[in-house]
């Protein structure tokens, strides 16, 4: 059986921490697809984007008629088309915990986006922080030294080896890099610090930056 064609529409590189998120999936784990970019912050972006999203907004994943136009149903979905890739840990108990924290994520830490949107090459380490925001940051920091303590002796990711979770919050680690580069402030033992430097010393990080130095020089 022919494998299906998918595409991935997505936004500027340099800001969209979503599309960021099931693009490093299929990246990562070598699913072919072809990526469709649309120019954000522009007139025409909603129209563009509506053209492909019934949400109106970037990513949307296209297999054949099929539309699935949210972060994480991407990456369900994409496990779900490939049960041969370790989307998710392989182990149960791993599994339900990296759900768990990418669900988090998903749905979660609202002042830090607020406060601190992805700028990929921005150096904007900011003094104080808003209460809500700290809170948030205290407790990634918090979940990155309890993933890694509990699940992550085989590798250098929050669960040993790369799964959706760490793709979930890679652009985390953009924003930490761009606003929080100090983070024992905030109860980091050096967990953190270590696996942001894994993050962005992964091939498809350095290729998604590339793609954003493009796209800046358009």
């Not at 136009?69 to 890739?85: F, N, T």
């Amino acid at each position: 059986m022919p494998q299906p064609q998918l595409s991935l529409v997505i936004g500027n590189k340099t800001w969209s921490s979503w599309s960021l998120r099931p693009w490093l999936v299929l990246k990562r784990l070598a699913i072919p697809f072809e990526e469709v970019r649309v120019q954000l912050r522009q007139p025409e972006t909603k129209s563009a984007i509506l053209g492909h999203s019934p949400a109106g907004k970037v990513p949307a994943l296209r297999d054949g008629d099929l539309v699935i136009w949210d972060s994480l149903a991407i990456i369900e979905y994409v496990a779900d088309l490939h049960p041969d890739r370790p989307v998710w840990p392989r182990d149960r108990i791993a599994r339900g915990v990296a759900r768990a924290v990418s669900a988090e994520m998903h749905s979660g830490f609202q002042q830090l986006r607020e406060v601190c949107p992805m700028d990929l090459f921005a150096v904007k380490p900011m003094e104080t922080f808003p209460e809500g925001v700290e809170h948030n940051i205290r407790r990634i920091v918090q979940s990155f030294r309890e993933c890694r303590a509990g699940f992550g002796k085989d590798g250098p990711f929050l669960f040993g080896s790369f799964s959706a979770a760490d793709a979930m919050y890679a652009p985390v680690c953009s924003r930490f890099r761009t606003y929080v580069p100090d983070l024992s402030r905030f109860g980091d033992d050096g967990t953190a610090a270590r696996y942001m430097e894994t993050i962005f010393a992964m091939p498809e990080m350095e290729a998604w930056a590339e793609g954003a130095r493009a796209e800046a020089s358009d």
